[in-house]
Each structure stands twice: as structure tokens, then as C-alpha cells.
């Protein structure tokens, strides 16, 4: 067809959403069944349906989709065509217990390297507070080759570390509500007003929805999208190599098993508690993927 054009999915409720040419304004657009549902961040190919609308024709294969899992455990697309997943934690409110985790194993699952950002560095966390772990353990991720960046969006040390890791590519910030995800697009795309009007211009909604995943334009090239806030990220139904997998320090004894489906739980020469017995490997990685396990076996 001649009169369609390439475009990329800004945001995407049920039945529209909003798309973008390249170099062009955000232009509202109707999803149509038979062509399917697109996520935000899918290129897709439109053509001028009536006045200002357009329908939308086709949705082009993604390079990848970040997903979670909704309230019956099945996996639904958050966003497409990521080349970096921002996974965000803060100092308040502190992480769940296993939400660091399995946002770690659904970021590799895709292939991609997460990014950590603890924000809020500016306050001091509560002494009791259960989540204090995870903020203790951030030297250990970054020893597990994890780039760890520290964030306020509220004074020093600013954004300066983050920027330089979402310049040129597409990022989503992904984390629990509240800690700060909104923010640091704020403070990372300087015009977000005037993007958020032009959204807002098409959609005939407020310009403070934080229900939706959007995308912005980042000024030195790239984009950033902003996903809501969940209070429990939920990981899908996965088999447990796909688990294992979000695992990076357990790769040099994968397939050592006795067992080739060994599930690194009880079966007996089990390479990885091995591993964790020599001091190879330390306890609390093995002990985490053991809990997401159960987790992901719990709710099949
Ligand atoms: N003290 C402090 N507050 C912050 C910081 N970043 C965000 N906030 C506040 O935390 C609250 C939640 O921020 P928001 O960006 O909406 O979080 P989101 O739900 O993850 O998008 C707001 O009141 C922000 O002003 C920070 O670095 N330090
Ligand atoms: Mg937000
Ligand atoms: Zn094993």
C-alpha cells in the first residue's frame, strides 16, 4: 500500500492509542483486532483513516517485548524494541523482598542487560526496614557485573550517572510506585512539558495519567518511557533453565548437573549447590533463585 506510513506507538490503551512518523507530531491512531494489539514502542505501519485519525495497518516484528505478568499469571507485553531496561529502587519506599530479583531475571530473559538505579539517595532508609537487604547487597550486583548508579531528584548527586547510560538508546524505567520513576524522566528529558501537551492534545486526557506507559524523546537522541508503578512486579510462568538463566553467576556450572532438568533444588549432584558448598558461589544467590522458583511453581 502506498499511502501507509511507518510510525512508532507512543502509548497504547485497548483500541487506540497515540503514534509518531519519524521527525512528524504525535497523531491518534485506531488499533484495529484483525491487525492486533501494539505496546508502546512498537513500529507499526499507519495509513489516514478520516480528519486527523489514523488506523492502524500493521504491527512490524519486535526486536523484543518486556513483559509481566498480570493477575492470572500470564505474560503481557509492558513495551517493545528495548535496548536497556532501567530497573529503579529507592531508599523509600524500600524494595520488596524477591521484586529486585525478578525484575533481574525477566530484564535477562529477554536478552538484555539490566541497569540498577538506586534514587532517593539523599534520605536515609529506615534501620528496620525489611528491604534494607537489597540496598546492602548492591555491591554484590555490582560485583556481578551489574552497573549500580546512585540517583536524587531532589539534590546532589542529581542524574549525572544515569544520563550517560540512556543517551542514543530506548530505555524503560521500570519499578515499584513511588520510587521516583516519573521523576527521573523529569529530570532527564527538559521539555517533557511540552511532550506531555502534544499527548495529552491527542488523547484529551490530563497531563498527569500515570496510568500508562508513554514514551519520550530524549534531546541528545533516544527515547525513555515511563511504565506505571506496580506494587508487586510479577514474573510469568517460566521453565526453570529460563529462571537459572537470570542468574548470570550460576553460567559456569550450568549443565554440570547430574541431572540434565536438574531444577538446583534437591536432586542430588546438583552442580550449583556444589558450587555454594566449595564457597564457590555464595549461599544467598542460590537461595534466591530457589525462592523465585518455588514462587513461579506456587503459581502455576
Ligand atoms: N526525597 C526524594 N524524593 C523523590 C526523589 N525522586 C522522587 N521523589 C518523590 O517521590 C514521590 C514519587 O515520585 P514519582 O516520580 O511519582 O515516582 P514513580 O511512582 O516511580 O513514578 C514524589 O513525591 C517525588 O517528588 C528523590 O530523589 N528524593
Ligand atoms: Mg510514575
Ligand atoms: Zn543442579
Redesign the pocket.
Known sequence: MTDTQKARVLVAYGGHGVVQAEGGEPVPCLFRRSVGRPSCGDLVRIRPADDATWALEEILPARNHFKRADARGRAQAVAANLDRVVV?IATEPLPSRDLLDRYLVAVHSLGLEPVIVL??V??TPDPGGAGLQTLERLDAYRGLGYPVVR????GPPGVGELEPLVQGVTSILV?Q???????LVRALVPDLDIQVGALSRVTGKGTHT?TTTRMYELPGGGHLIDSP?VWEYGLWKLEPDELAAGFPDFAPWLGHCRFNDCRHMHEPGCAIKTAVERGELPAWRLERYQRLLAQNEDAS
Not at 177 to 183: A, L, Q, T
Open positions: 529503579v534514587n532517593k539523599e534520605l540517583s536524587s531528584c531532589k519499578g510506585s513511588g520510587v521516583g520513576k516519573s521523576s500515570t508503578g
